[in-house]
């Protein structure tokens, strides 16, 4: 048995439906499933989805756009100075230069501001305001930010300023007094799609600006979407597919160079270009510096300078790789020592020194690592504040807590799972006090287990090329589209291995039905040790199609691994006992000992719980359900074996049966043996078995062990008398049966015992155990029945 890392949720297809899809759209069962499965069911939204129009919703259809575009004409054809006031993250970047890059091209006098994360941190701020507004700016225009700005409207009404926001982060119970609010989640608003980034609500701006769809912004659109992680459906995947097809083909020189750095080959660019190699290149700059350098590195037209930008983004990025692995090991420390998850279903925690710009990273290695919503906080002692961010999981919308908060936490925004904030630091106990009350309220102890979406459960049969093709017309992928995840369930391992130079990758060779996979998982090489070849295996994964050496086949790469039923692991013939320990994980062991000798020759100094076992009652009191059981050394019998293992249902069984010697080789005498030699004694009289016992033996090829054990059981049977080394046949003996001798019983007995379980194949010891371990099961069920 091997437990999943998380709780796998599998839907069920309604068949009729899959059916209907591939007929009507002529598509194979894998994807019409998958279909079916993420709510598309109807022919028409299946092929919207995959075949889809390349029409934008009219941008005047957001409210306060007319307003907003009418004000803005105004002040190009004045040309009175505007200000683009953003943020620090990918979305707030790219939406900045989607319209500078608007406004410049349509002859705007315009210039951008991003406040600095940890002199000013997030939104719209007094100061910025004022200094604008001695600058003679007379129109801000915010960009995926300002929406719970409402002190900082009205200054800026107060200033004379005439202020638009655009954003698309929850709008909180009050809005702010601005001149225009273009916003797709506003109350009031019926724009067809609430989902779009901070960045496509900008793109519906330059829409509107320029009258027609700004195809040349689609590439820098499709940053901030896919890096904000909105919803990949309607819009915001028409931005996806169409602006990916862009980038790849890009002329703007820094986007160029920062993809050229990073060895990205621009015919491979898809979601997971943006994800891992552009979003984080973005962030690292507002983290760690001011993201004014990303935005000049999309606006530049100088290659030279695009260069020298790209090159400080990527070592601003390591440097963000090593600050956060750092951060993220002294909260985990925090963690454990401070607020530890049995008592704590939200982590909030802080510490002074932490750099706020990557603690929201932390924060969610802290939720991946826990499974728990989380805030981590930089403490700023001199000031008296707090700052953070917050990452959550299904379940407890982050956004709608926090806002129940909101007499301490006088700066906070974000969304239902990710959230920042500003706080006193006096505060923060009752912040914890407080969410935790609430997730007590709102989550079950199963909630806090981690869950893995699947797609569905497949069969190896319905795994192609062709399928794997027509699958990725479902990309690009992301959230509410994410990367189909599949179960396959039980099925057996052809061959598997640890691979990779410090041999932590898995790979696996699974079959069913005749039908093969190969299957890699990274960073699971550890999960080897703990899968008996010989069992069926359960893991879900990712499909793709491994290109190598001009061919091409099915894989999966795999993320996480179950087995099921218990598991045998053959480890018989160890030479020496204190090597068993190193062989097996020590997790959930306990290690059985039956003879006496070897408690003191097995090593239980490092910390693994030895079970003394020497009768069948202490056998039978052994508690060993769903245990991790090693059989250090040879049982004295079966019954006590079976006692220990009966009813017991382990998870797992280590056979090592280590013996320092055994008699399974040695002749074991058979009853034509014990005739010859009883024959012998009558003809040659009385012998002195310690002068001639070894030549006897010689003679017919046994050993003097073979002779001493016939003259004990003829003894025994009173054929003979044995009197200081001789032997002498009693004539008057009566006719015994050989089964009449213990010790005889004895030997056979354990001749049995070896050959069953010392000496008998993998299969047949398995069997073996089944069939107890089965018995105590249908017993434990039968009761239940009856009960």
């Known amino acids: 048995m091997l437990k999943s890392k998380s709780r796998w949720i599998v839907p069920s297809s309604d068949h009729n439906l899959v059916k209907m899809l591939e007929n009507e759209l002529k598509i194979t069962p894998l994807v019409a499933s998958l279909l079916v499965n993420r709510g598309l069911d109807t022919v028409e939204s299946a092929r919207?989805?995959?075949?889809?129009?390349?029409?934008?919703?009219?941008?005047?259809?957001?409210?306060?756009?007319?307003?907003?575009?009418?004000?803005?004409?105004?002040?190009i054809e004045t040309q009175e100075p505007i200000l683009i006031f953003g943020d620090y993250d990918a979305d707030g970047v790219s939406s900045t230069a989607v319209l500078m890059i608007t406004l410049l091209e349509l002859g705007a006098n315009v210039q951008f501001y991003i406040p600095n994360r940890f002199t000013e941190g997030y939104g719209p701020n007094e100061p910025a305001f004022r200094q604008a507004a001695e600058n003679g700016i007379n129109l801000i225009i915010t960009v995926d930010t300002g929406i719970s700005a409402i002190h900082e409207a009205s200054l800026a009404k107060e200033l004379g300023i005439d202020l638009i926001i655009t954003d698309h982060h929850e709008p909180g119970p009050i809005l702010p007094e601005a001149l225009a609010?273009?916003?797709?989640?506003?109350?009031?608003?019926?724009?067809?799609?609430?989902?779009?980034?901070?960045?496509?609500?900008?793109?519906?701006?330059?829409?509107?600006?320029?009258?027609?769809?700004?195809?040349?912004?689609?590439?820098?659109?499709?940053?901030?979407?896919?890096?904000?992680?909105?919803?990949?459906?309607?819009?915001?995947?028409?931005?996806?597919?169409?602006?990916?097809?862009?980038l790849k083909v890009t002329k703007n020189i820094g986007l160029k160079a920062i993809l050229k750095l990073a060895g990205v080959d621009p015919l491979s660019i898809n979601e997971e270009t943006i994800g891992f190699t552009l979003a984080p290149r973005i962030n690292a700059v507002g983290r760690l510096k001011d993201a004014d350098l990303a935005v000049e590195l999309i606006l530049t037209e100088d290659p030279e300078e695009a260069l020298q930008l790209a090159g400080e983004m990527d070592a601003l990025n390591k440097t963000r790789q090593a600050i956060v692995n750092s951060i993220t090991n002294e909260a985990i420390e925090e963690v454990e020592k401070n607020y530890p998850i049995a008592t704590n279903k939200v982590l909030v925690i802080g510490k002074e020194g932490w750099n706020a710009g990557v603690i929201g990273i932390v924060a969610s290695r802290l939720v991946e690592k826990y499974y728990r919503p989380t805030i981590v906080l930089n403490f700023d002692p001199e000031k008296g504040v707090a700052k953070g961010s917050a990452r959550s999981i299904a379940g407890f919308d982050l956004f709608k807590n926090l806002s129940t908060c909101r007499d301490i936490l006088p700066h906070f925004g974000g969304h239902p799972m990710a959230a920042g904030m500003t706080l006193k630091i006096e505060d923060v106990s009752e912040l914890r006090t407080r969410l935790n009350k609430l997730c007590e309220e709102q989550l079950t102890d199963e909630d806090l287990i981690p869950v893995t979406y699947l797609d569905e459960e497949i069969r190896l049969e319905d795994i192609s090329l062709s399928s794997l093709d027509e699958m990725s017309q479902l990309s690009p992928f992301g959230m509410d589209n994410p990367k189909p995840k599949v179960l396959i369930n039980n099925v057996e391992i052809a061959n598997m291995r640890k691979i990779g130079s410090g041999q932590n990758h898995l790979k696996v060779l699974v079959n069913e039905a005749g039908t093969n996979l190969d299957g890699i998982g990274f960073g699971l090489g550890h999960l080897v040790d703990q899968i008996s070849p010989a069992s069926k295996i359960s893991f879900i994964g990712e499909l793709s199609i491994n290109e190598w050496n001009n061919m091409r086949k099915p894989q999966i790469f795999i993320q996480d691994i179950a087995v099921d039923s218990w598991q045998l692991f053959d480890y018989r013939g160890q030479k020496r006992i204190n090597s068993i320990a190193q062989s097996v994980p020590v997790e959930n062991m306990k290690f059985i000992i039956f003879n006496e000798n070897y408690l003191e020759k097995f090593n239980s100094a490092n910390g693994y719980e030895t079970v003394f076992i020497q009768n069948l009652e202490?056998?039978?009191?052994?508690?060993?359900?769903?245990?991790?059981?090693?059989?250090?050394?040879?049982?004295?019998?079966?019954?006590?074996?079976?006692?220990?293992?009966?009813?017991?249902?382990?998870?797992?069984?280590?056979?090592?049966?280590?013996?320092?010697?055994?008699?399974f080789f040695s002749t074991v005498p058979n009853r034509d043996h014990f005739k010859w030699f009883y024959a012998f004694l009558l003809k040659k009289g009385p012998i002195d078995l310690k002068r001639y016992g070894e030549d006897i033996a010689k003679h017919r090829g046994w050993s003097q062990e073979t002779i001493?054990?016939?003259?004990?059981?003829?003894?025994?049977?009173?054929?003979?008398?044995?009197?200081?080394?001789?032997?002498?046949?009693?004539?008057?003996?009566?006719?015994?049966?050989?089964?009449?001798?213990?010790?005889?019983?004895?030997?056979?007995?354990?001749?049995?015992?070896?050959?069953?379980?010392?000496?008998?194949?993998?299969?047949?010891?398995?069997?073996?155990?089944?069939?107890?371990?089965?018995?105590?099961?249908?017993?434990?069920?039968a009761i239940t029945e009856w009960i």
């Not at 901070?198 to 700004?214: D, I, R, S, W």
Request: without cysteine; hydrophobic residues 40%; charged residues 30%.
């Open 708 to 781: 001493n054990f016939m003259s004990k059981v003829f003894s025994e049977l009173d054929f003979v008398t044995i009197n200081n080394g001789f032997i002498t046949l009693n004539n008057q003996a009566q006719k015994r049966d050989l089964s009449d001798s213990r010790t005889y019983q004895s030997k056979q007995k354990q001749y049995s015992l070896e050959r069953d379980l010392l000496f008998s194949s993998f299969q047949e010891l398995k069997d073996w155990f089944d069939q107890v371990i089965q018995e105590s099961v249908e017993t434990e069920e």
């Open 181 to 246: 609010i273009i916003h797709p989640k506003l109350p009031d608003s019926t724009y067809p799609f609430r989902e779009l980034a901070g960045v496509g609500v900008a793109f519906k701006l330059a829409h509107a600006l320029y009258g027609e769809v700004p195809e040349h912004l689609l590439e820098i659109a499709v940053i901030g979407t896919i890096a904000d992680l909105v919803s990949l459906k309607g819009e915001n995947r028409l931005i996806a597919k169409k602006g990916l097809e862009k």
């Open 618 to 663: 202490e056998a039978k009191a052994f508690n060993g359900y769903l245990e991790n059981i090693v059989l250090v050394d040879f049982p004295p019998s079966k019954e006590i074996l079976e006692g220990l293992i009966k009813g017991k249902q382990p998870a797992r069984v280590y056979a090592y049966f280590y013996k320092e010697s055994s008699d």
């Open 48 to 75: 919207y989805f995959l075949f889809g129009t390349d029409e934008f919703h009219d941008p005047y259809l957001l409210k306060g756009m007319d307003i907003a575009v009418k004000r803005i004409r105004e002040a």
